[in-house]
């Protein structure tokens, strides 16, 4: 399914798209270390895609100082706002996981990522968990996340962080509103227990297009209270 989908996303990729990575340049390597799996294996049939775009300021809040997360989080690198957590194959039962691979990402692969996903170990992670289940190689699964994160456009969120009583359903509606063909109940929230944005989780279906997400992958309802990080 994901190779007789991949031309029907090169037609996704038709118009310049604002940068989620300012100041950021790719390496030439990278490498990162062996993942190992931290969970079962399970397979199931795919229904549809998950990509997970992680809230990069919230996420450094409290790492900035960690070694683990110098790239994302310490500034020399460039600052992120959008980043590419990951691409997830979904079944109606559960995410499907750590299905058996020998493939690896090759270090120009994953140097690559560097300004789509700021971590060699989270794009080796990403395709060892989730993208083996939906891939055979890393190529096609960093080639199909890649066209789908390069075909948004990306709202302002520091501006939109500065709205009186921000809601869950403000953030849907301008992601939809600069996103031709997206609407809102494709567009997934996750929110700390205070109500801070961590991610944006975008539901597809099996030909990768928008798609109304289930109740774990929407999150907040369009009413709920929501605050966005700056970074400051």
Known sequence: MIRAAVPLLLLACASPLAAQAYQCRVPATATAPEIRPDGPVRTAPTTGYTMALSWSPEFCKPRAGQRAHTRQCSGREGRFGLVLHGLWPHSARFWPQWCPTSERPTGAQLAGQMCRSPSARLVARQWAQHGACMAHTPRTYLRVSNILFDSLRWPDLDRLSRKQALTA?????????????????????????????????????RRFRPTACDSQRFGPADDAALNIWRGL
């Open 169 to 205: 359903g403000d953030l849907r509606e301008v992601f939809v509103a600069a996103n031709r063909g997206w609407r809102k109940d494709a567009v997934g929230i996750k929110a700390t227990a205070r109500g801070w944005l961590e991610e944006i989780r975008l539901c597809y279906d």
